[in-house]
């Protein structure tokens, strides 16, 4: 029985996926690509334990994988489950925690390489515990307030002596009006906010960072990647999220203690792969800003020449180890 | 839930409610509203950067039960990351 099966999981149409898969295919690495939104109407799958560790099947449309031929799992973007329609909206919602707690809970237990286990990536996408880590880690961050009270707001701001900006802790996007619409951060000045809107919820409070530049670095098993980000547009300047057509991306390199410091992170989360940002200060300065744990990076490979699928390729078949 | 098997929500501690927690999403907003959900902006077009990947669709079920009647809904909410 060869153990070599790099499995992916991810959605019907994922080009960041199909450049891994790609790399795989170069090198010779068997590769089962799966999307959990299969199951149950497509998929089927089946699990035991013996004694000797969880076996099983995928058996999907287009393939099927046994579970003890896994030697790493690519958890990208599956989609979710998708039940039959004849199901209530309480038996789907019962339906769902045991795919979850079952399906989800034998591929979590496999003894195999994961980028990124998904309990791990939900736990590192708190950015009060970023923040914590990246401390512990000897990367800077911002100072932050997190509250529901506006006066606190105020008073924070005051403290700074500077201008803060707020963000939003989650990615939620919002559906209102027939529109979507996301939160990017933002300057604003905490005595014009309505102390009921700011009490309606915790909100994420930080100083402004002078900036010269952004850097966007990808960290795979150890390998660091980074690329600086500048912005021509104003709006690109506080968050480049805002403005993508007025970037210019530059491959740099990160200072080494700040390299040594997201190994760190990731080794403190248990990840292997993480997406950074940074403010570089004019001063020269890296301040972290967050680490995203399932962070999207393809177009970084096309624009800047980042070998991140290779660094990726590494990490699923133990080359980088 | 955006992802099958680890829902961010699912990690709220004192979530009572299966699939780990209830959002009601509205679409149009009240009178009193978090603060950071008034910086909300529709995106700008992502152009080359938009892979199909960096955003999905999901008809999501959402119930008020305001007087113990159950009322059923559907948003749309489209997540998204960077």
């Given at each position: 029985m060869a153990r070599d099966t790099v499995l992916v999981l991810t959605g019907a149409k994922d080009p960041t996926a199909d450049v891994v898969i790609e790399e795989l295919a170069r090198r010779g690495v068997p590769v089962a690509r799966h999307d959990?939104?299969?199951?149950?109407t497509r998929m089927r799958f089946s699990a035991w334990h013996m004694g000797d560790g969880w076996a099983g099947r995928l058996s999907g449309p287009d393939a099927t994988t046994d579970?003890?031929?896994?030697?790493?799992?690519?958890?990208?973007r599956p989609s979710n489950f998708r039940f039959p329609p004849e199901l209530s909206a309480g038996d789907r919602v019962y339906a769902q925690e045991e795919a979850r707690i079952g399906v989800g809970g034998v591929l979590a237990a496999l003894d195999c390489r994961w980028v990124n286990h998904p309990h791990r990536v939900a736990r590192a996408e708190w950015k009060p515990l970023q923040i914590e880590i990246a401390r512990t880690c000897g990367l800077p961050t911002p100072r932050t307030l997190i509250s529901d009270d506006s006066q606190e707001a105020i008073e924070f701001a005051e403290r700074l002596g500077g201008p803060v900006v707020c963000k939003s802790l989650s990615s939620v996007v919002l559906a209102e009006e027939g529109q979507h619409k996301v939160v990017y951060t933002r300057r604003v000045d905490?005595?014009?906010?309505s102390p009921r809107d700011f009490g309606a919820t915790v909100h994420l409070i930080q100083e402004w960072v002078p900036k010269r530049r952004e850097a966007r670095v990808t960290v795979v098993g150890g390998q660091v990647l980074a690329v600086a980000i500048d912005s021509d547009s104003d709006a690109g300047r506080v968050d480049w999220r805002s403005d993508y057509d007025s970037l210019r991306y530059t491959s740099t390199d990160a200072p080494p203690e700040i390299a040594d410091g997201m190994r760190r992170y990731l080794a403190c989360t248990g990840l292997s792969f993480g997406a950074f940002d940074f403010v570089i200060t004019p001063d020269g300065e890296w301040i972290m800003l967050e680490c995203n744990p399932a962070g999207q990076w393809l177009w970084l490979h096309h624009?800047?020449?980042?070998a991140i699928p290779a660094a990726l390729a590494d990490t699923l078949t133990g080359a980088a180890a | 839930v955006p992802d099958p098997l680890m829902p961010s929500a699912a990690l709220l501690p004192l979530c009572d409610s299966p699939g780990g927690g209830r959002f009601a999403l509205h679409h149009e907003p009240g009178s009193v509203r978090p603060y950071s959900a008034t910086l909300g902006v529709v995106p700008?077009?992502?152009?080359?950067?938009?892979?199909?990947?960096?955003k999905w669709d999901e008809q999501k079920t959402t119930e008020t039960s305001a007087d113990g009647q159950e009322d059923p809904d559907t948003v749309t909410i489209r997540h998204t990351d960077t």
């Open positions: 959990l939104g299969d199951f149950p579970l003890q031929d896994v030697s790493a799992i690519y958890y990208r905490p005595t014009t906010i624009i800047a020449g980042l | 700008v077009r992502l152009g080359k950067h938009d892979t199909t990947a960096t």
